[in-house]
């Protein structure tokens, strides 16, 4: 499978601190891809390289094929690339209509955009006059995906999903994150609490202190890896 987004050994760091050390990791369109590992691993930095929003100081930055390494965040986004930040980053003043409403910058019409909002998430439509932030955390974590889904992206990054969701809700959502990879969309899913997305990735790395220490199918084997990891015995 060819990769739609490749990092290939990518530096980058926060003034004196190196927080990637070479990293390579790709995602073909169709596949969910899994960054797991603890804190401070370069989780975060990794999906902001791919976004754009932070810079590459040494390596590679491909989409589809093509070198974009420095091209900024508005040219990504053209490209197809869109990042859902850790918290969610809706407007949670603004009704869940309004939140999709300012997503017809993308040329799309308020209609289109509900359209593909309300098919993958059906409880948006009910919330619709609702504000944002009194929906729960599952609500708001839909409606900021469904805001992603209105720039129709060819990439998705998604940074943390299940944070303070309880896990059926989690799962669920990550059901709707397989779908979205098999309408052809390159995901790569950033999380420091493996099981639900392990249930649908593709592909999974473990990434600690800025370096992929093992990626491979998310077997019974990584799983362990992993456990242990979080029980400091790594
Ligand atoms: P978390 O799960 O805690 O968000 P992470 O795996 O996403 O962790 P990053 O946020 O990418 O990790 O951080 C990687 C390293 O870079 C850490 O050592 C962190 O302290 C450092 N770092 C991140 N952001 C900054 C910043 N703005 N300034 C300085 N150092 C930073």
Do not use: W
């Amino acid at each position: 499978m060819s990769a739609l987004l490749e990092l290939r050994e990518v530096r980058a760091g926060y003034g004196g601190i190196t927080a990637l050390h070479g990293l390579s990791l790709s995602v073909a369109a169709g596949q969910v891809v899994a960054l797991l590992g603890p804190n401070g691993a370069g989780k975060t930095t990794t999906l902001k390289v791919a976004a754009g929003v932070h810079p590459v100081e040494a390596g590679r930055l491909l989409m589809g094929g093509r070198d974009v390494t420095g091209a900024n965040p508005r040219d990504l986004a053209r490209a197809g690339v869109c990042l859902i930040p850790e918290g969610r980053g809706v407007f949670p003043n603004l009704s869940v209509r309004d939140n999709l409403l300012m997503m017809t910058f993308t040329g799309r019409s308020r209609e289109e955009v509900e359209e593909v909002a309300f098919a993958r998430f059906p409880i948006l439509a009910r919330r619709a006059s609702q504000a944002a932030g009194t929906m729960s955390g599952g609500e708001q974590q839909m409606l900021a995906l469904a805001r992603g889904l209105a720039t129709d992206p060819a990439v998705l990054l998604l940074d943390e999903l299940s944070m303070g969701l309880a896990p059926l809700i989690v799962a669920e959502l990550y059901e709707q994150v397989a779908e979205i990879a098999r309408q052809g969309v390159a995901v790569l899913v950033v999380e420091q609490f493996a099981a639900a997305v392990l249930d649908i990735a593709d592909h999974a790395a473990v990434l600690v202190r800025g370096r992929i220490e093992r990626h491979g199918d998310p077997d019974e084997a990584l799983r362990a890896e992993l456990s242990d990891l979080y029980l400091g015995s790594a």
